[in-house]
């Protein structure tokens, strides 16, 4: 029995010459006692055991990344998503990449300014650091248009457009960090003083979607483009299979590589295409969910989900929830008074997107700042968002995906940009 105890203070203390000195302490003190205190003092070893060993840090259940009041990124294990409130500035700390990816519990961030790409995970309260790939050393990295694919449970595609000038890929192995394979792709390169721009990269069995437009990305006045290209890729030769086109909207993806913009649901590839003001906007074209289905290299002519609403609403992000329903983020333009608007003001509300049978249900969560954040978590019937408002704080609610009831839960002090169950 007193070995329990000796082992309940070695763990929990710090390792040492001191742990060794308590424990012949409390030796000591035991001999001094007589047989029936003895006796007494082995039973509170018994309970000492149990309860201070057995019963550690409680184990969290989700966790939230995201911005602290003083804008760095925190990551916060948390138990609940229903009530209570936090600060992400008692959260762990991260060196600030921008976090796009969780799987298995392990983050991916990037730096944008370095195109440093690093892998964390949470263990044993802490937020570790597992190691990094220096992109910027071989590619070109840049973050803007650009975007990611899961290959397998352990390789992920990712690729970037070079600042609207080249696309470029490159193949990673997380589990051991470090890269099987980069190059070009053999997409033509944009026209002088023109851009890749809204792009969606997908890669779907043995082929990788690439859907663009070109337009003029240093002249701010000009509009999308009039035309979406879809290279179609032979993966994992890289080789460009071909380009079609389809003029029935425009920029068909976003801008960065948390931003999510397509969904996988029984052998089509959904994307949504966000011609806005926002991003770039365009006089005729109206936002749209569009689709290809997986094997082809077309985009489905028979198939065109408007989602304009009579202009009244802009459309961004298509956030997969899975079985064919996606949630999408929707401006009410009679907010928006001028551009900053977009983003700290409280413009952004919440659609209901059942991508097969083209149908819409506007969710009444309040309104938000409009983000490109993945901080959605779906829990069976139950469909779990973080609100980021313009004072700087966010609450998570949610949705029942078959009652149609919302419920306030979680409270947080800072703006969310992941939010996932732990494993």
Same mark, same amino acid.
């Given at each position: 029995?007193?070995?329990?105890?000796?082992?309940?203070?070695?763990?929990?203390?710090?390792?040492?010459?001191?742990?060794?000195?308590?424990?012949?302490?409390?030796?000591?003190?035991?001999?001094?006692?007589?047989?029936?205190?003895?006796?007494?003092?082995?039973?509170?070893?018994?309970?000492?055991?149990?309860?201070?060993?057995?019963?550690?840090?409680?184990?969290?259940?989700?966790?939230?990344?995201?911005?602290?009041?003083?804008?760095?990124?925190?990551?916060?294990?948390?138990?609940?998503?229903?009530? %209570?409130?936090?600060?992400?500035?008692?959260?762990?700390?991260?060196?600030?990449?921008?976090?796009?990816?969780?799987?298995?519990?392990?983050?991916?961030?990037?730096?944008?300014?370095?195109?440093?790409?690093?892998?964390? %995970?949470?263990?044993?309260?802490?937020?570790?650091?597992?190691?990094?790939?220096?992109?910027?050393?071989?590619? %070109?990295?840049?973050?803007?248009?650009?975007?990611?694919?899961?290959?397998?449970?352990?390789?992920?595609?990712?690729?970037?457009?070079?600042?609207?000038?080249?696309?470029?890929?490159?193949?990673?192995?997380?589990?051991?960090?470090?890269?099987?394979?980069?190059?070009?792709?053999?997409?033509?390169?944009?026209?002088?003083?023109?851009?890749?721009?809204?792009?969606?990269?997908?890669?779907?069995?043995?082929?990788?979607?690439?859907?663009?437009?070109?337009?003029?990305?240093?002249?701010?006045?000009?509009?999308?483009?009039?035309?979406?290209?879809?290279?179609?890729?032979?993966?994992?030769?890289?080789?460009?299979?071909?380009?079609?086109?389809?003029?029935?909207?425009?920029?068909?993806?976003?801008?960065?590589?948390?931003?999510?913009?397509?969904?996988?649901?029984?052998?089509?590839?959904?994307?949504?295409?966000?011609?806005?003001?926002?991003?770039?906007?365009?006089?005729?074209?109206?936002?749209?969910?569009?689709?290809?289905?997986?094997?082809?290299?077309?985009?489905?002519?028979?198939?065109?989900?408007?989602?304009?609403?009579?202009?009244?609403?802009?459309?961004?992000?298509?956030?997969?929830?899975?079985? %064919?329903?996606?949630?999408?983020?929707?401006?009410?333009?009679?907010?928006?008074?001028?551009?900053?608007?977009?983003?700290?003001?409280?413009?952004?509300?919440?659609?209901?997107?059942?991508?097969?049978?083209?149908?819409?249900?506007?969710?009444?969560?309040?309104?938000?700042?409009?983000?490109?954040?993945?901080?959605?978590?779906?829990?069976?019937?139950?469909?779990?968002?973080?609100?980021?408002?313009?004072?700087?704080?966010?609450?998570?609610?949610?949705?029942?995906?078959?009652?149609?009831?919302?419920?306030?839960?979680?409270?947080?002090?800072?703006?969310?940009?992941?939010?996932?169950?732990?494993?």
């Amino acid at each position: 029995m007193l070995f329990g105890l000796h082992l309940c203070i070695l763990l929990g203390s710090n390792e040492g010459e001191g742990d060794i000195e308590v424990i012949f302490a409390i030796d000591l003190y035991f001999h001094s006692f007589t047989p029936m205190n003895r006796y007494c003092y082995l039973v509170y070893c018994i309970v000492f055991l149990f309860v201070s060993c057995d019963m550690d840090v409680p184990k969290a259940n989700f966790a939230v990344l995201g911005y602290s009041s003083s804008e760095h990124i925190f990551f916060k294990p948390i138990d609940s998503l229903q009530n %209570g409130m936090v600060d992400l500035a008692n959260g762990l700390p991260t060196k600030g990449e921008l976090f796009f990816a969780e799987k298995d519990g392990k983050y991916y961030g990037i730096d944008e300014n370095t195109g440093q790409f690093s892998k964390y %995970g949470y263990e044993n309260n802490r937020f570790k650091f597992y190691g990094s790939i220096p992109f910027e050393e071989f590619t %070109g990295w840049t973050a803007v248009a650009s975007w990611y694919s899961w290959v397998s449970d352990h390789e992920m595609l990712i690729g970037s457009s070079r600042r609207g000038k080249q696309f470029m890929y490159v193949l990673v192995d997380v589990k051991s960090m470090r890269v099987l394979k980069h190059g070009n792709l053999d997409i033509p390169l944009p026209p002088k003083g023109i851009n890749y721009g809204g792009v969606m990269g997908r890669l779907v069995d043995n082929k990788l979607y690439i859907a663009y437009m070109l337009y003029n990305y240093e002249d701010k006045a000009a509009p999308a483009g009039d035309t979406i290209y879809l290279a179609t890729i032979d993966y994992p030769e890289m080789h460009t299979r071909k380009i079609t086109t389809d003029a029935r909207s425009t920029f068909p993806g976003g801008y960065n590589l948390f931003w999510q913009v397509s969904a996988v649901y029984e052998g089509y590839l959904y994307f949504i295409t966000q011609p806005g003001g926002r991003l770039r906007f365009h006089p005729t074209y109206k936002p749209a969910v569009m689709r290809i289905k997986v094997g082809t290299d077309f985009i489905d002519p028979d198939y065109f989900f408007p989602l304009d609403n009579e202009r009244k609403d802009e459309f961004y992000g298509l956030y997969d929830i899975g079985g %064919g329903m996606a949630l999408t983020k929707a401006v009410d333009l009679n907010k928006i008074k001028e551009f900053s608007d977009y983003f700290a003001a409280n413009t952004a509300g919440y659609y209901l997107l059942d991508l097969k049978n083209r149908s819409t249900q506007k969710v009444d969560f309040p309104t938000g700042k409009l983000d490109f954040y993945p901080n959605f978590y779906r829990n069976g019937d139950q469909v779990f968002a973080a609100i980021n408002d313009s004072s700087g704080n966010a609450s998570i609610y949610s949705y029942g995906l078959k009652t149609g009831q919302i419920q306030k839960g979680l409270r947080i002090k800072g703006d969310v940009i992941m939010l996932n169950k732990l494993p």
